[in-house]
């Protein structure tokens, strides 16, 4: 597995992460728990370095699995999590719960989520959504604050908007931004990929496989069981996921000439736009992981990668990505 750095502090990690957040929430019933765990072991071992979690994952649970998943190899790996959340105390998970990114919940999280993931110190520590009642210095400050203990290392932002990236950074240097990424979300071309470039912040896409539909295995047919969250959002009712069919059409066409497989293509074209770049696919099966990893290898031109987004950007994609109320948190 090749590296890359995120930010220019020094943060190395394989050049495709792992997200963690289905491995027991989100996506209706939750797999085996110890096969969850070893399918985390198998990508590390496999050379896989990054794993993103987050507290409200669960809520508390994810990061608990995976902090019992990488103990052993503590020290060897990177895990990145997020606060930003005012999570329940009974742990139900509530996709409705409220933004809270003061100074003094901050702290607390991070002390929290320092006894789940089982480590000394957090890798990466996100903003999971930008908080519009508490000033992103504040927050900034925050995590200096944790930085300065020694209980974490490195800042990042999930799904925030230009300035609130230079504000922060003026402030603490962000190493990565967190956003979704992919061949039919392509919203951080607009200004945020810019601006990182410019200040030397990398980028972790989020979703890159469009939570399963960049794999190609899903259609107009395709049934979400009880607590699967991809249910209740616009891109993946059946009339959407019949009208997207047009662009696993255009991908089918050019993974097979590159004798890839249509998530290989999603997830190399990202790779291919920048080396400061670094996906975050999920899944909950081996044979899935061994095929996103089978990426790194699939070698894309400059021209293939204008093409690819040439053609992609041709098909009208049906669906908002997010509900209003859910999307108004992005891009803030």
Same mark, same amino acid.
């Given at each position: 597995?090749?590296?890359?750095?995120? =930010?220019?502090?020094?943060?190395?990690?394989?050049?495709?992460?792992?997200?963690?957040? @289905?491995?027991?929430?989100?996506?209706?019933?939750?797999?085996?728990?110890?096969?969850?765990?070893?399918?985390?072991?198998?990508?590390?071992?496999? !050379?896989?370095? +990054?794993?993103?979690?987050?507290? #409200?994952?669960?809520?508390? %649970?994810?990061?608990?699995? $995976?902090?019992?998943?990488?103990?052993?190899?503590?020290?060897?790996? #990177?895990?990145?999590?997020? +606060?930003?959340?005012?999570?329940?105390?009974?742990?139900?998970?509530?996709?409705?719960?409220?933004?809270?990114?003061?100074?003094?919940?901050?702290?607390?999280? &991070?002390?929290?989520?320092?006894?789940?993931?089982?480590?000394?110190?957090?890798?990466?520590?996100? /903003?999971?959504?930008?908080?519009?009642?508490?000033?992103?210095?504040?927050?900034?400050?925050?995590?200096?604050?944790?930085?300065?203990?020694?209980?974490?290392?490195?800042?990042?932002?999930?799904?925030?908007?230009? /300035?609130?990236?230079?504000?922060?950074?003026? $402030?603490?240097? $962000?190493? &990565?931004?967190?956003?979704?990424?992919?061949?039919?979300?392509?919203?951080?071309?607009?200004?945020?990929?810019?601006?990182?470039?410019?200040?030397?912040?990398?980028?972790?896409?989020?979703?890159?496989? =469009?939570?399963?539909?960049?794999?190609?295995?899903?259609?107009?047919?395709?049934?979400? !069981?009880? @607590?699967?969250?991809?249910?209740?959002?616009?891109?993946? %009712?059946?009339?959407?996921?019949?009208?997207? /069919?047009?662009?696993?059409?255009?991908?089918?066409?050019?993974?097979?000439?590159?004798?890839?497989?249509?998530?290989?293509?999603?997830?190399?074209?990202?790779?291919?736009?920048?080396?400061?770049?670094?996906?975050?696919?999920?899944? %909950?099966?081996?044979?899935?992981?061994?095929?996103?990893?089978?990426?790194?290898?699939?070698?894309?031109?400059?021209?293939?990668?204008?093409?690819?987004?040439?053609?992609?950007?041709? $098909?009208?994609?049906?669906?908002?990505?997010?509900?209003?109320?859910?999307?108004?948190?992005?891009?803030?």
């Amino acid at each position: 597995m090749i590296k890359r750095q995120l =930010g220019s502090g020094g943060l190395e990690v394989s050049a495709l992460g792992f997200g963690c957040m @289905g491995l027991n929430t989100s996506y209706g019933t939750a797999p085996d728990r110890q096969a969850m765990i070893q399918l985390v072991r198998s990508a590390v071992e496999r !050379g896989v370095t +990054f794993f993103d979690t987050a507290e #409200v994952y669960g809520p508390f %649970t994810n990061e608990a699995l $995976v902090g019992e998943a990488l103990e052993p190899f503590r020290g060897q790996v #990177v895990i990145a999590t997020k +606060f930003g959340f005012s999570v329940d105390s009974s742990g139900k998970e509530d996709r409705g719960a409220a933004l809270d990114s003061r100074p003094q919940h901050i702290k607390e999280v &991070a002390e929290a989520s320092l006894k789940r993931l089982r480590v000394d110190v957090i890798d990466l520590l996100y /903003q999971h959504r930008v908080d519009p009642n508490v000033p992103i210095e504040d927050v900034a400050g925050a995590v200096k604050d944790l930085v300065q203990a020694g209980k974490v290392r490195h800042f990042g932002l999930s799904e925030p908007g230009v /300035q609130t990236i230079r504000r922060a950074h003026a $402030v603490l240097p $962000v190493t &990565a931004v967190q956003s979704e990424y992919s061949l039919w979300t392509r919203i951080p071309e607009q200004g945020v990929l810019p601006v990182l470039e410019e200040l030397g912040i990398g980028f972790v896409p989020f979703s890159p496989l =469009g939570r399963g539909f960049l794999t190609g295995a899903m259609g107009a047919d395709t049934k979400f !069981g009880s @607590g699967d969250f991809r249910s209740s959002l616009p891109r993946y %009712t059946p009339e959407a996921l019949a009208a997207n /069919q047009a662009l696993i059409d255009v991908l089918g066409r050019i993974a097979k000439a590159k004798s890839a497989t249509i998530a290989q293509i999603a997830l190399a074209w990202l790779l291919a736009r920048k080396p400061w770049i670094v996906p975050i696919p999920g899944t %909950t099966k081996l044979h899935r992981l061994e095929e996103n990893l089978g990426a790194v290898d699939v070698r894309l031109t400059a021209a293939d990668v204008s093409d690819i987004a040439d053609a992609a950007g041709k $098909v009208q994609i049906e669906g908002a990505r997010y509900p209003a109320a859910m999307e108004e948190m992005a891009g803030r």
